[in-house]
């Protein structure tokens, strides 16, 4: 009964926490210090963010991507990550009629109200982006890793509209001129953040960070892409992780044999 609570903790921690695998690492600080020492590292990087939209309104923005580096003396990492989003918005809202949606978008449900004619509108958004990394450990100890990320990059972004009632795509376009805007663009971001890390073990580490995204150029419409980001999960070394179940099977295969010899002895 104690083995099914403790499975059914583990379970939850793995659903709840974001799980973030990376290139074994020592566990311990080094003996001896080493000049000019590089060393390989990749990570499946997941982070969570926000867009603002109309009225205000926040929409979730789940942000996951890979990353490779190299790690020079345990203090200075790096490398260069390409990252994917999309994200639904949470709230529908409302923008006023136009002969220029209903031109372009016939299917389109049009709403009767106190304030005139209008559409109900969903939007959709993602993003592609690709962004050279450096990040500065400033303090590494055998149990707590703390550091500070700094990102700046290219990306390809792409803004859909679609009707909440037929799903018929939205014309982006401007109010004031009449003119149809593009949806998509290339983007140039930048971002930086604190990181920690807690060793729990050679295998498993808890990782925590934020930081801060902003667009460098503007994005046609999409200039509410500026917004805080967040990590929270647990971060596992596969490598490790390999060896401790190559080296258990291999303890547990010597005993088994041990147990054999024992008992053919007995007989």
């Known amino acids: 009964?104690?083995?099914?609570?403790?499975?059914?903790?583990?379970?939850?921690?793995?659903?709840?926490?974001?799980?973030?695998?990376?290139?074994?690492?020592?566990?311990?600080?080094?003996?001896?210090?080493?000049?000019?020492?590089?060393?390989?590292?990749?990570?499946?990087?997941?982070?969570?963010?926000?867009?603002?939209?109309?009225?205000?309104?926040?929409?979730?923005?789940?942000?996951?991507?890979?990353?490779?580096?190299?790690?020079?003396?345990?203090?200075?990492?790096?490398?260069?990550?390409?990252?994917?989003?999309?994200?639904?918005?949470?709230?529908?809202?409302f923008i006023k009629y136009s002969p220029i949606v209903q031109n372009h978008s016939p299917n389109a449900v049009i709403l009767y109200g106190k304030n005139g004619m209008s559409y109900l509108i969903q939007k959709n958004i993602q993003m592609f982006y690709i962004t050279p990394s450096f990040e500065w450990i400033f303090f590494r100890s055998k149990w707590l890793e703390l550091s500070i990320p700094v990102e700046v990059g290219v990306g390809y972004s792409k803004i859909i509209l679609t009707d909440y009632f037929s799903g018929a795509d939205i014309p982006i376009f401007s109010y004031k001129t009449g003119k149809i805007l593009k949806g998509e663009d290339i983007f140039f971001p930048a971002m930086v953040g604190f990181s920690a890390m807690f060793n729990l073990t050679p295998d498993v580490g808890f990782q925590?960070?934020?930081?801060?995204?902003?667009?460098?150029?503007?994005?046609?419409?999409?200039?509410?892409?500026?917004?805080?980001?967040?990590?929270?999960?647990?971060?596992?070394?596969?490598?490790?992780?390999?060896?401790?179940?190559?080296?258990?099977?291999?303890?547990?295969k010597l005993h088994r044999l041990k147990k054999k010899e024992a008992k053919r002895q007995r007989s």
């Open 208 to 252: 925590a960070g934020i930081g801060y995204r902003t667009i460098l150029q503007e994005v046609g419409i999409s200039e509410n892409f500026d917004s805080w980001y967040y990590q929270v999960g647990l971060q596992l070394f596969p490598e490790n992780i390999i060896a401790n179940l190559k080296k258990d099977y291999r303890s547990w």
């Open 1 to 93: 009964m104690r083995g099914n609570k403790f499975s059914f903790k583990l379970l939850f921690i793995l659903f709840v926490l974001q799980i973030t695998f990376c290139h074994s690492q020592s566990d311990s600080l080094p003996k001896e210090k080493t000049k000019n020492t590089w060393k390989y590292d990749s990570q499946i990087d997941q982070r969570n963010s926000f867009i603002t939209g109309p009225n205000n309104s926040n929409a979730n923005l789940p942000i996951i991507g890979y990353t490779v580096g190299w790690i020079r003396n345990n203090r200075f990492r790096i490398g260069v990550g390409g990252y994917y989003a999309k994200s639904q918005g949470s709230k529908a809202y």
